[in-house]
C-alpha cells in the first residue's frame, strides 16, 4: 500500500521553487519538457532530494515535474555517479539541499503525542464517534490517529494542514 502524504506535492512545489531560485532560473520552469542543462540539473537534484530526505513516492514528484515515474527511478539510480564525476550537479545539488537543510532545520517539533492532540483540538479538529476515516500524523518518533468521517473529513483536514504547516510530520489519510 502506498502511504500518500496530503502534503507531499506541495512539498516538491516547494523544493522546485527553492531549486529554481538558488539556480537563477524561473518558478515553474523545472516542469519545462526542455533538456538544457540549466534545467536537467536542479530537475534531477529535486527528484533525488524529494526521494531521499523527504521519502515522496515517485508518482507524487513525477506529478509535479510532470514527467513519468520512470524519469524519477533514473535520476535516483544516476544520483551517485552524477555526484561523483560532474562539477555542476554536485555544485547545484549541495547548494539545494544545504538550503533545504536549513529549512528543515527551523521546522518545529512537537515531542508528545499528548501535546499534538490537545494542540489540534485547540486548532479546532473533533473527533468523531462514529469514523469511517482516519487521518494520521506521523511526527517521526510517534503517530498520532484522529479519528474522523466524511462529513467533517475536510474540515479537520484543513485545520491539521494549517495547524502544522510549520511543524516537521507528515499527515495520511486511511479510509
Known sequence: MIRYDIRDEIEVKNLCD?????????????????????????RSVVAVIARKELKIHHNAI?????????SIYHYEGKHEANYMSYPKYREAFNS?????SDIKKSKKIIEDPSEMINYLHNMGVR??????????????????????????????MDICHEALKDYNCKIYVES
Do not use: W
Not at 18 to 42: D, H, N, V, W
Not at 96 to 100: D, E, H, Q, S, T
Open 18 to 42: 527553492l531549486a529554481t531560485s538558488i539556480c537563477g532560473i524561473r518558478k515553474g520552469s523545472l516542469a519545462y519538457k526542455s533538456r538544457k542543462e540549466q534545467y536537467t540539473i536542479p
Open 62 to 70: 513525477a506529478k509535479e515535474l510532470k514527467r513519468d515515474r520512470c
Open 96 to 100: 539545494i539541499y544545504n538550503a533545504y
Open 127 to 156: 473527533h468523531s464517534k462514529k469514523p469511517s476515516m482516519k487521518i494520521h500524523i506521523d511526527a517521526g518518533k510517534y503517530e498520532v490517529s484522529i479519528d474522523t468521517n466524511f462529513k467533517h473529513f475536510s474540515r479537520n
